[in-house]
C-alpha cells in the first residue's frame, strides 16, 4: 500500500473509530464506515490538513469511499 | 456547581462592562480565561486583577484578518477553546430613513459576521474535543426591534437564528450554542442615557431597575457550565421581564 493510502487510513481509522481490515478500497465511509455529514466534513478537513491539500466542496462530494479518497488525494498532493 | 476548572473560555469585548464581568464570572468559576477587545489597556488592567489564568488577546472585530487568527491565537495562548462568549458588540443608532450603509454595514460586520467567524474558527477544536460551549450574548431588541436600532437589532436577531443552525449541526459532537438577551444593563451604553431616557425606560420594565452585568454573567455561567449539556440553540432572557419571551 502506498503511502498516501496508509496515512489517510490512519486518519479513518482514527476519526471513525473502525477496526483497519474494514477500511478497503471500495468501503464507503458514510455505509460501511458509519459516519455521518459531519464526519464526512471532519475528515475532509483531516485530509487538508495532513496533505497541505485544498479539497473545493465539488471534489469533496465525489469523495465517498476510502478508494476515492486515496486517488483524489494522490493526483493532489 | 459550575465548576469550569480546566477548562478555557475566550471572551470577547472583555474590556466592556458586560463582558469584563463575564470574564471574572468565568474565571471566577475555575476558568482560564483569554480576554480579547479592541482597546488593550482595559484588557491588561483585567488581567492584572484576575492575576493568573488570564491572557489578554488584542483583537479588532472589523478587521477579518484578524477575526480569523484570534481563536487559535488564543488556543496557543490557553491549550484549547472550550468555550467561547461572543459578547462584543457595537451600536451605530440612528431612523432606517437617515441610516447611511456604512453605519449599517459595520454592525452586521462586528455583531454578527465576526460572530459566525469566531463560531466557525472555534468548533474545529471543539468538534475534536467533543466539547465546546458556545455562549452569544444577543439583546432583547433582537427579539422585540427597537426604533433607532435597524442594524444592531437586525445583528441581534441574526445571531439567534445563527446560534439555533449552529446548535443543530454540532449538537451531536457535545457541542451546545446558546444566547443571553440582555435588557437594560448598567454599562458605559446605558451610561449615556439621561435621566428622562432611563425614567421612560424602566417604565416598561416589571422589575423597576436596571439589570447588573453579574447578573448577565451569572446565565453565561450556568450555559458554559458542563450541567447546562442538554441546553442548546436556546435564548436566555435577563431583562427583568421586560419582554416576556
Known amino acids: 500500500m502506498s503511502d498516501i493510502a496508509e496515512r489517510v487510513k490512519k486518519i479513518v481509522v482514527e476519526h471513525l473509530g473502525v477496526e483497519e481490515d474494514k477500511v478497503t478500497e471500495t468501503a464507503s465511509f458514510i455505509d460501511d464506515l458509519g459516519a455521518d455529514s459531519l464526519d464526512t466534513v471532519e475528515l475532509v478537513m483531516a485530509f487538508e490538513e495532513e496533505f497541505g491539500i485544498e479539497i473545493p466542496d465539488d471534489a469533496a462530494e465525489t469523495i465517498q469511499t476510502f478508494g476515492d479518497a486515496v486517488s483524489f488525494i494522490s493526483k493532489a498532493a | ?245
Not at chain 2, 496557543?76 to 458588540?89: F, P, Q, T, W
Not at chain 2, 463560531?119 to 439583546?139: E, F
Open chain 2, 1 to 245: 456547581m459550575f465548576d469550569l476548572t480546566g477548562k478555557t473560555a475566550l471572551v470577547t469585548g472583555a474590556s466592556g462592562g458586560i463582558g469584563a464581568e463575564i470574564a471574572r464570572v468565568l474565571h471566577g468559576a475555575g476558568a482560564v480565561v483569554g480576554l480579547s477587545g479592541t482597546r488593550t489597556e482595559p484588557l491588561e488592567a483585567l488581567a492584572a486583577e484576575l492575576g493568573a489564568r488570564a491572557h489578554v488577546l488584542p483583537c479588532n472585530l472589523s478587521v477579518p484578518e484578524e477575526v480569523e487568527g484570534l481563536v487559535k491565537r488564543a488556543a496557543e495562548a490557553m491549550g484549547s477553546v472550550d468555550i467561547l462568549v461572543n459578547n462584543a458588540g457595537i451600536t451605530r443608532d440612528g431612523l432606517a430613513m437617515r441610516m447611511s450603509d456604512d453605519d449599517w454595514q459595520s454592525v452586521i460586520d462586528v455583531n454578527l459576521t465576526a460572530v459566525f467567524r469566531l463560531c466557525r474558527a472555534a468548533i474545529r477544536g471543539m468538534m475534536k474535543a467533543r466539547y465546546g460551549r458556545i455562549v452569544n450574548i444577543s439583546s432583547v431588541v433582537g427579539a422585540t426591534g427597537n426604533a433607532g436600532q435597524v442594524n444592531y437589532s437586525a445583528s441581534k436577531a441574526g445571531m439567534a437564528g445563527l446560534s439555533k443552525s449552529l446548535a443543530s449541526e454540532v449538537a451531536s459532537r457535545g457541542i451546545t450554542v446558546n444566547c443571553v438577551a440582555p435588557g437594560f444593563i448598567e454599562t458605559a451604553m446605558t451610561g449615556k442615557l439621561n435621566d428622562a431616557q432611563k425614567e421612560g425606560l424602566l417604565r416598561v420594565v416589571p422589575m423597576g431597575r436596571m439589570g447588573r452585568p453579574e447578573e448577565i454573567a451569572s446565565a453565561v455561567l450556568y450555559l458554559a457550565s458542563q450541567e447546562a449539556g442538554y441546553v442548546t440553540g436556546a435564548t436566555l432572557h435577563v431583562n427583568g421581564g421586560m419582554a416576556m419571551l
